[in-house]
């Protein structure tokens, strides 16, 4: 069965600091892996998205995330965070022959606070 | 920018009343979505939707849930007799084959 952890209820973080959101998975086949934000009484923004190719993909506002196949995890990172940067993240997976459509598995959600 | 719009954002409803939830998906989209959080809880899948049928659905959409796209834009989620465990955040989703969905600002469902 597909599944998604992230590891931390919550990290904290300087502003400036670099930040790291952890991420893991499983899945039967190859994955396709995402990252989604969720800012308070907000719908879930796409971020980024790991298909192929590339091990590292940016996405939006300064994100990146690392794809390693053998660590089977796929981790949120930005060299310099922002205070604007605090919200809900997940990650979220799935199967690649799943027909061609989203049935997304998503993480429980980390909660990045960002201190000015 | 095109995005996925959902009404209404809150919703109160009595127990046992059946309430229809609406999206508008983007328009070039073929693949629809529901999810739902539960307060606290994961984003969970409800059902994907394409073709004018249901591609799949998870254990929690059993017979009170039903997804219809009446007229070409809309998509809705009908509850039929709503239970207070179904008080959660239902979220509506599109996306093109093998793409990733975008999803709507959500409806705040409570059941009292």
């Known amino acids: 069965a597909q599944s998604v952890a992230q590891p931390e209820d919550q990290v904290n973080v300087a502003e400036g600091n670099p930040l790291t959101v952890k991420c893991t998975y499983s899945?039967?086949?190859?994955?396709?892996l995402f990252w989604y934000v969720q800012y308070p009484n907000r719908g879930l923004q796409f971020l980024l998205k790991?298909?192929?190719?590339?091990?590292l993909v940016k996405g939006s506002y300064g994100f990146e995330a690392e794809f390693n196949k053998s660590q089977t995890s796929f981790h949120l990172k930005k060299p310099s965070a922002l205070v604007s940067d605090s919200a809900l993240y997940f990650c979220?997976?799935?199967?690649?022959?799943?027909?061609?459509?989203?049935?997304?598995?998503f993480g429980a959600g980390t909660r990045l606070a960002v201190h000015p | 920018e095109p995005e996925v719009t959902q009404t209404p954002s809150h919703q109160v409803t009595q127990m046992g009343q059946e309430v229809i939830l609406r999206c508008v998906p983007i328009?070039?989209?073929?693949?629809f979505y529901w999810y739902r959080q539960i307060l606290g809880q994961k984003v969970e899948f409800l059902v994907s939707?394409?073709?004018?049928?249901?591609?799949?659905k998870s254990e929690i959409f059993d017979d009170q849930f039903s997804v219809e796209r009446p007229d070409g834009s809309n998509f809705t989620l009908k509850i039929r007799s709503t239970k207070l465990e179904d008080s959660a955040m239902y979220f509506c989703?599109?996306?093109?084959?093998?793409?990733?969905?975008?999803f709507g600002q959500g409806t705040r469902l409570t059941v009292v």
């Open positions: 790991y298909i192929t190719g590339d091990n």
């Open positions: 939707f394409y073709n004018n049928e249901i591609s799949e």
């Open positions: 989703a599109s996306g093109r084959m093998n793409t990733e969905a975008f």
């Open positions: 328009s070039n989209h073929l693949y």
């Open positions: 979220a997976v799935r199967e690649a022959l799943s027909g061609g459509y989203n049935k997304l598995i």
């Open positions: 899945v039967s086949g190859n994955p396709y």
